[in-house]
T-cell receptor, first 112, second 115 residues
Framework: RKEVEQDPGPFNVPEGATVAFNCTYS??????FFWYRQDCRKEPKLLMS???SGNEDGRFTAQLNRASQYISLLIRDSKLSDSATYLC?????????????FGSGTKLNVKP | DAGVTQSPTHLIKTRGQQVTLRCSPKSGHDTVSWYQQALGQGPQFIFQYYEEEERQRGNFPDRFSGHQFPNYSSELNVNALLLGDSALYLCASSFLGFSNTGELFFGEGSRLTVL
């Protein structure tokens, strides 16, 4: 079983739509959770961390459900520039250092 | 402030050959991790270097090896290349003291094609 699983999409939505991505993780000892964004043929970049109480950054809202081992990302009022692949990332504490596990990514296409 | 730099950006090798990829971390960072990203997949963790030692390793065979130098730069070596090694190889740097922030800074990657 993969450490992190995501719906690969693609999600094709019109501008202005609200879209939600989900992610599940298998290691109940996971400690830190993140969403990264990766544009086509570019490197991943941190979009936002995910906190237990949920957190918001502008049009983006992240939620964490530890009991269900589930993470979500909600994007409101989608822009063309939001088109990218969104990677769910989970970190578990190794003996000395954090290890980061990436999902396969969910592709978002925002259409005019 | 220079970000993470990787070289070469693209390279083509044949099966059985060996390859060395290079990475210079972001200024002020001391930890380097390497990831393999196959087409349509998320990055897969290969290994992590800190203080010139391999600290963590993912599920990759011994054909994959690395090194970290005193200036924190790093190399990834892959021996006996297979077709399945074709991928984007990403280097990510971080500062150990802030590793819990989760912000890995990635280079643009080295795209390896094995023929």
């Amino acid at each position: 079983r993969k450490e992190v699983e995501q719906d690969p999409g693609p999600f094709n939505v019109p501008e202005g739509a609200t879209v939600a991505f989900n992610c599940t993780y298998s290691n109940s000892a996971s400690q830190s959770f993140f969403w990264y964004r990766q544009d086509c043929r570019k490197e991943p970049k941190l979009l936002m961390s995910v906190y237990s109480s949920g957190n918001e950054d502008g049009r983006f809202t992240a939620q964490l459900n530890r009991a269900s081992q589930y993470i979500s990302l909600l994007i409101r009022d989608s822009k063309l520039s939001d088109s990218a692949t969104y990677l769910c990332v989970v970190s578990a504490l190794g003996p000395d250092f954090n290890k980061f596990y990436f999902g396969s990514g969910t592709k978002l296409n925002v259409k005019p | 402030d220079a970000g993470v730099t990787q070289s070469p950006t693209h390279l083509i090798k044949t099966r059985g050959q060996q390859v060395t990829l290079r990475c210079s971390p972001k200024s002020g960072h001391d930890t380097v991790s390497w990831y393999q990203q196959a087409l349509g997949q998320g990055p897969q963790f290969i290994f992590q270097y800190y203080e010139e030692e391999e600290r963590q390793r993912g599920n990759f065979p011994d054909r994959f090896s690395g090194h970290q130098f005193p200036n924190y730069s790093s190399e990834l070596n892959v021996n006996a290349l297979l077709l399945g090694d074709s991928a984007l190889y990403l280097c990510a740097s971080s500062f150990l003291g802030f590793s819990n922030t989760g912000e890995l800074f990635f280079g643009e990657g080295s795209r390896l094609t094995v023929l």
